[in-house]
Every structure is written in structure tokens, then in C-alpha cells.
């Protein structure tokens, strides 16, 4: 498997937000955003009170050491993709689970350059379905890193699991 630098921020951003109708454009002054171990809640931390609930899957709202949490339920229907997102097994979500991912993150996916006439993705929605790019774009970073030739196999994963730091039961853990 690859490690992708910030990718814990980048599978929370882009993956998480968009399956309760949120993205990091509509959240201004956000801090942070965890996961429970169990994946059907997702913790927005402010720095200071948020006023607004930013979407309808806010169960409530949190202060702990001077911080406010926001606390969004994941709908039922992405339950099951969650599941697979937490074992890292991007691209085994649901097609409705993709189809909002890609719709709500705000990023380009399969956008034709008008220019070029080739299609372009944003890299961080690549691992939903395996795209061949994403693997070509690892080999060669990896390579150059190691001054070796690197291979990815095809059945690989892309991404890493989520570490640790994104679950919120770890920050509570820390008193």
C-alpha cells in the first residue's frame, strides 16, 4: 500500500464531508474533523461557536478544552461505505457512495480540458475506483524517491487505512 502525505485530511475532506451533504467550502473557520472507531459519526471542531448547523445530519454540538464539536451523523445508507472507507478499501464503496462523493467534494472528476480534450481528475478522487493514473503517478513519485524502479500491483490498494490521530475517541482518550 501507498502512503499519501495529509491523506487522513484528504480522505475526511473530500470522502467523509460530502456523504452528510457537507464540503470543506461550506464549513469557514473549521479546525478539525474526526471520526468515531466506529465510523457513523463525524466531529467538526471550531475554535469558536459555530452558528449555524451546516448540514441536516447535525446531531449536536460539543465543548470540550475550549473547543466546540459538531457532531454529524452519518445517513444509514453510507453506514456500509464507511465501514469500507475506515478498512481503507476506497474503491469498494457503493455507487451511490461515489456518485455523492464525487458530486459534493467540490473536486474535478472527469472534467474534459477543452484544450487538450483529455479528461482530468482531481488526484485525491482517484482511489474510488483504482484509476490507472493514480498508480502511474505513485510508481513514478516513489521511484524517484528511491532511486528504484517501483511496481504497484493492480489488485492494490492505493491508500493507507486512516491513522489513528482522525479518531476523535483518541482526543477524548488524552485527559
Same mark, same amino acid.
Given at each position: ?5 495529509? *491523506? ?40 469558536? *461557536? ?5 448540514? %441536516? ?45 464525487? %458530486? ?13 480534450? *483529455? ?10 475506483? *483504482? ?21 504497484? %500491483? ?22
Amino acid at each position: 500500500m501507498v502512503q499519501i502525505p495529509n *491523506k487522513d485530511k484528504t480522505i475526511l475532506n473530500y470522502y467523509v464531508l460530502p456523504l452528510i451533504e457537507l464540503s470543506i467550502n461550506k464549513l469557514p473557520d473549521f479546525e478539525q474533523i474526526y471520526l468515531n472507531y466506529t465510523g457513523d459519526l463525524v466531529f467538526i471542531k471550531f475554535t469558536t *461557536k459555530p452558528k449555524l448547523a451546516y448540514s %441536516e445530519f447535525l446531531t449536536t454540538t460539543i465543548t470540550y478544552k475550549d473547543a466546540y464539536y459538531q457532531v454529524y451523523a452519518i445517513p444509514d445508507k453510507f453506514l456500509n461505505d464507511m465501514r469500507y472507507l475506515l478498512k481503507g478499501k476506497y474503491s469498494k464503496m457503493s455507487l451511490q457512495a461515489k456518485a455523492t462523493i464525487i %458530486e459534493n467534494s467540490g473536486l474535478n472528476y472527469m472534467v474534459k480540458n477543452k484544450i487538450t480534450g *483529455k479528461f482530468n481528475t482531481a488526484s485525491a478522487l482517484l482511489a474510488l475506483d *483504482k484509476r490507472p493514473e493514480l498508480r502511474s503517478f505513485m510508481e513514478k513519485k516513489l521511484s524517484r524517491k528511491s532511486a528504484m524502479d517501483v511496481h504497484i %500491483e493492480p489488485n492494490s490498494d492505493l491508500m493507507d487505512k486512516l491513522t489513528n490521530d482522525v479518531f476523535i475517541d483518541n482526543i477524548f482518550e488524552e485527559q
